[in-house]
């Protein structure tokens, strides 16, 4: 059974940094991507981030989080980071990390990241 488990979720102030982790466990065929997402109160759950599986390691930002935040992936813990820097109120969300497999996609329980002014 796979199981995906973020942390890292808070109160900041605006300005400040969070590093979200997701690690995943259970047998997993292939990874093809994770991905972090996130879903503000009233809002449609939205993409953050995704960086490839395998040996690559390219990754992709929403507009919203290019230059503020970074995701990483560490293939030997099956781990994936999201560190968030200069945060804003409207960063305020449920963030979700999605793990991307051959057949299936699962998804964490979220963690709250808030953000205040």
């Known amino acids: 059974q796979v199981q995906v488990v973020e942390s890292g979720g808070g109160l900041v102030q605006a300005g400040g940094s969070l590093r979200l982790s997701c690690a995943v466990s259970?047998?997993?065929?292939?990874?093809?991507?994770m991905a972090w997402y996130r879903q503000a109160p009233g809002k449609q759950r939205e993409l953050v981030a995704v960086?490839?599986?395998?040996?690559?390691?390219?990754?992709n930002y929403a507009d919203s989080a290019k230059g503020r935040f970074t995701i990483s992936r560490d293939n030997a813990k099956n781990t994936v980071c999201l560190q968030m820097n200069s945060l804003k109120p409207e960063d305020t969300a449920v963030y979700y990390c999605?793990?991307?497999?051959?057949?299936?996609?699962?998804w964490g329980q979220g963690t709250q990241v808030t953000v205040s002014s």
């Open positions: 999605k793990l991307l497999s051959l057949g299936t996609n699962y």
């Open positions: 960086i490839s599986g395998g040996s690559g390691s390219s990754t």
């Open positions: 259970g047998s997993i065929r292939s990874i093809i991507a």
